[in-house]
């Protein structure tokens, strides 16, 4: 079962099963040609004297103005989603388990345009600083004024992950703002850990041992940017 619908944009698992050392219909890591240097980095390539704050299946590094919130999904009262708050724009994250040789972006990029469309938004596909992204308008659900937010959708293919970013705020409009905020997404480091899991199964997030995040947030739409 997926953590994040196909309905909040998020990958798709419920036609998958078995772990992620099964078959899998072969397509291409998406991922920038620095990723192992300069992030989003696996576990292992991260360096392990650095403060981060341990969140399970991602570990992030404190900076000054970066708010961190746990996105927590009614009901389950699972984390779902990380939210961080950083230069007037919102990222958030999730990290899924991954084919060890094949990536997941290119069939997730196409669920997210096709959940877009039928919300009544409108998306564009460009080549971003973390390879191709989905740029997005899309309604303000309830509001009957016609209103429309920004997002930006980019995704990486990591070994054995895929982390999935949203990003709203400035940071869809400001290309300052942008920078901050695609610096903040390329220090994450995802935890994948070595228990078996299906592909786009999302890896499980905690909160932090030292209370460093602030209160958790909950959410019914772990999925899209708000």
Partial sequence: MSDAPTGSTGPDSSSNSGSDDG?????????????ETNGPLDESEANA???????????????????????????????????????????QIQPFAAPRSSGLWHEIRAQIIDQISKQGGSTRVIDGPFGPEVQAEIPVAGDTAGTTRLARFIGVDGPRWFLRGVIAGEGAVKPDAAAQVEDLFRSIVVVRGTTPMPPRDLIPLHMPATGQASAPAESTNPGGAS
């Fill in 49 to 91: 004297v650095r403060p981060y704050v341990d969140l399970g299946g991602v570990k992030i590094l404190p900076r000054p103005e970066l708010h961190l919130r746990l996105e927590v999904e009614e009901g389950s009262k699972r984390v779902v989603a990380v939210g961080l708050d950083y230069a007037g724009s919102t990222l």
């Fill in 23 to 35: 078959d899998e219909i072969e397509t291409p890591k998406s991922a920038p040609a620095d990723r």
